[in-house]
């Protein structure tokens, strides 16, 4: 049996839940939080090289 992508996905996600860290999808995420903004716009202007 094969350990598929999507079988990982769900155990991390399972053990970050066990760990206190609940699933939140990204849509549901604000993001008008000033650190969180600011996190994105600089995520935006880096490049990976």
Do not use: D
Request: aromatic letters at 10%; hydrophobic letters at 45%.
């Amino acid at each position: 049996m094969k350990f598929t992508e999507a079988q990982l996905e769900f155990a991390i996600i399972e053990l970050l839940g066990v760990e206190g860290y609940p699933h939140v999808l990204g849509e549901a995420i604000a993001l008008s939080a000033p650190c969180l903004s600011a996190s994105l716009k600089y995520s935006r202007q880096t490049k990976a090289y």
